[in-house]
């Protein structure tokens, strides 16, 4: 039995679906080769900030992190949405008049049983069947001529290649992000505290501003010589001393004010 709503046409239609699955399959190899070296959150940071809507991945990254907090790692991973593929369908079982494949045989059934009636006398019951003949015909005409080209016109158009590939991104990179990411803090089991920090980044440019940490990691908000407010992850090096990370993967060496 072909698609429930396309049956003269399925050809058209496989034909579509084989196209899009050779096009999502040159999209998942892309999307491979753009994560290919990434092997640590800070590269996946440096990775992502190459992408014009970077933003929208950091921003999910966040939310993704306060899930790991919550829930753990297992759990994100298991209830993402699964993808669902635009040709995806249940076939249609039984008698259903409303898959043009079903009309169609139904049709010629009518058909025989007229040209079996014109070998009778039943004349009432000639006119009845050849009237649903014609009724029925022109059903099959419609779907062809009309009902089938709207209905492939209208998957066409919700074929977005792009939106795939957003979407195959983001799966990949939060894959990646909740394969490297460190819980900061366990709720419950581990006080926060916090400090006033001072260092210098990566050009020996001064920074200070007030980090969060509980256990060995924590975050927080530093400000650099010109101005800029720069959200941060931290590690504890050493006592008293941390190393923070913004999302584009630039370091900071810093210790606790005195």
């Known amino acids: 039995m072909g698609h429930p709503k396309v049956f003269f046409r399925i050809e058209e239609l496989n034909n579509l679906q084989e196209q899009y699955s050779n096009d999502k399959e040159i999209i998942d190899n892309q999307v491979d080769h753009f994560l290919s070296n990434v092997n640590s959150k800070e590269g996946l940071y440096y990775q992502i900030s190459l992408l014009d809507n970077s933003q929208e991945y950091f921003d999910s990254f966040k939310n993704t992190a306060l899930a790991i907090e919550n829930f753990g790692k297992s759990s994100v991973l298991n209830n993402r949405p699964l993808y669902a593929d635009p040709f995806s369908y249940v076939y249609n079982s039984g008698f259903d008049l409303s898959n043009p494949e079903t009309l169609f045989y139904f049709t010629i059934g009518l058909g025989v049983l007229f040209v ?35 209905y492939i016109a209208q998957k066409k158009e919700s074929l977005d290649l792009d939106e795939y590939k957003d979407r195959k991104l983001k799966r990949k990179a939060t894959d990646k992000f909740v394969e490297y990411y460190e819980p900061i803090q366990r709720y419950n089991s581990r006080k926060v505290y916090t400090y006033d920090v001072e260092g210098s980044d990566a050009n020996d440019d001064d920074v200070h501003g007030t980090v969060e940490t509980s256990g060995k990691y924590g975050e927080g908000i530093i400000t650099d010589s010109y101005g800029n407010e720069i959200e941060i992850e931290t590690e504890w090096v050493d006592k008293g001393e941390l190393i923070g990370r913004d999302k584009n993967g630039n370091e900071y060496y810093m210790s606790v004010s005195h």
């Open 116 to 150: 079996i009636l014109l070998f009778t006398k039943l004349k009432d019951l000639k006119k009845f069947v050849f009237l649903l003949v014609i009724i029925f015909s022109g059903w099959n005409a419609y779907n062809y001529y009309v009902a089938e080209p709207e």
